[in-house]
């Protein structure tokens, strides 16, 4: 049995179909809102499940920089209640990251072995919650991604989604050629993750699509897999002043996982591909 935290998210829509095997207990808020210890506490009890795969966390990454006490209350204190209570029930715990914890310069990319130093409130928070998994628990494992795509027209609120909306309505866009990331297509990780944790390696991995590319190429690649005329306009990201700051680059590679030899990830480009054909369907 996999119980499931903020199931109801972008990543949370593929969970069914990746863990289509397993017994699933699908939770969100408020009927399992993380921050309530009590919560986690009895509904964990009552599923008694081998593993809990913690998907809660607020996204926002700009509304955790207005709303700190939110941010770590949700993020870290969220993740806390969560470890503690696999602690006591002996459940396997997965924790999503991100690559968002780094903080590099433009071309730079980083392995599990690179420090952590996140810039903003948000990857602060996450990182807290990375912390607090490795002190509490043995059998762990967490996963960095990248940039997540997916959920469709229902659920995607990220760049991907915001993009292919506007290239129904606009002639030009303009996007950031100066930040730097590693797509992750939620589809993907999930399947990663479901082949990782058969091999009982427990730890920390970085589990991204392959390949780092700026917002401007992932633009680009939208509007030629939608065949849309759209020209898609570089500009530097102080066009676009934001709340959080963001490193230049946050791109990750799944450098442990290429090391073990059992990488399972697609190049960002294929990943791009598949969710855009399946748009809205
Ligand atoms: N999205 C990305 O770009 C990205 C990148 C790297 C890592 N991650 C990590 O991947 C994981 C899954 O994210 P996602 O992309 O699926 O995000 P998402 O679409 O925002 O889903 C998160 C889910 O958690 C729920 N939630 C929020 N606060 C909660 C609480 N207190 N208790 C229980 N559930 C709560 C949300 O509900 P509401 O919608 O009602 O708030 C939402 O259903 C998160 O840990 C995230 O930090 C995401």
Known sequence: MILVT????M?????KEIF??????????????????DLVFSLVAKYKPTTVLHLAAETNVDKCESEIDHAFRTNAMGTYNVALACQKFNAVMIYISTGGVFNGHAGQIHTEFDSPAPLNIYSKAKYEGELIVRDLLHKYYIFRAGWMIGGGSAKDKKFVGKIIELCKTRDEIEV??????????????????????????????????????????????????????????????????????????????????????????????????????????
Not at 20 to 37: Q, S
Not at 177 to 183: E, H, Q, R
């Open 6 to 9: 903020g199931a109801n998210g």
């Open 11 to 15: 990543v949370g829509s593929y969970v």
């Open 20 to 37: 289509h095997d397993v017994e699933l207990a699908l939770t969100d808020i408020p009927e399992m809102d993380v921050t309530n210890k």
């Open 176 to 281: 950031v050629n100066d930040k730097f990331g590693s797509p992750t297509f939620a589809r993907d990780f999930l399947r990663g993750i479901n082949k990782i944790i058969k091999t009982g390696n427990f730890g920390l991995y970085h589990l991204a699509n392959t390949g780092v590319c700026s917002r401007y190429e992932i633009a680009l690649e939208i509007v030629k897999l939608l065949g849309r005329e759209v020209m898609i306009i570089p500009v530097s990201s102080d066009r676009f002043p934001l709340p959080a700051q963001r490193a230049a680059s946050e791109a990750i590679k799944n450098y442990k996982l290429d090391l073990l030899g059992i990488n399972p990830m697609p190049s960002w480009k294929q990943a791009l591909e598949e969710y855009i054909k399946e748009w809205g369907t």
